[in-house]
């Protein structure tokens, strides 16, 4: 199975930087499941080489499932889509967008109102 790919940068606000996921099937890896999913997700500064770090898992759901909490994460700070294979598209589609780079704004008068239950999101 080829590797499913997606790179987000952010570039708001004087940022320069860019988030990379790599999520393939493990052959040297054997799980309970009688497969193993890597995901490696790579980071920096635009133009440079950049982080790495590699996470495993029993199935594909679940390396799927970790990087869309990470997607949805990077697009929530900023981050829009600058490159994704078609399969990712597919998986991801309601998280990105319908497969665009546009991002939705929040509205700029949206201003958190303190409540009983929302206090501690203010921290």
């Known amino acids: 199975m080829k590797a499913m790919k997606i790179r987000l940068e952010n570039t708001q ?7 990379e996921a790599v999520v393939r099937e493990d052959p040297s890896s ?3 499941t ?3 999913w890597v995901v490696e997700s790579f980071w920096g ?3 440079l080489a950049g982080d790495k770090t590699l996470n495993r898992f029993y199935t594909k759901t679940n ?5 869309e909490g ?3 994460d990077k697009l929530r700070k900023g981050y829009v889509v600058a490159t994704a294979t078609d399969d990712i598209k597919t998986i991801l589609r309601s998280v990105i967008k319908n497969n665009t780079s546009e ?3 929040p509205p700029a008068t949206a201003v958190p109102q303190p409540t009983m239950t929302g206090l ?4």
């Open 70 to 72: 990470r997607v949805k």
């Open 45 to 47: 500064k635009i133009g």
């Open 63 to 67: 390396a799927v499932h970790y990087v």
């Open 30 to 32: 054997v799980s309970v």
């Open 34 to 36: 009688g497969e193993a």
């Open 13 to 19: 606000n004087g940022h320069s930087k860019w988030w």
């Open 103 to 105: 991002v939705a704004a």
């Open 120 to 123: 501690w999101d203010l921290f």
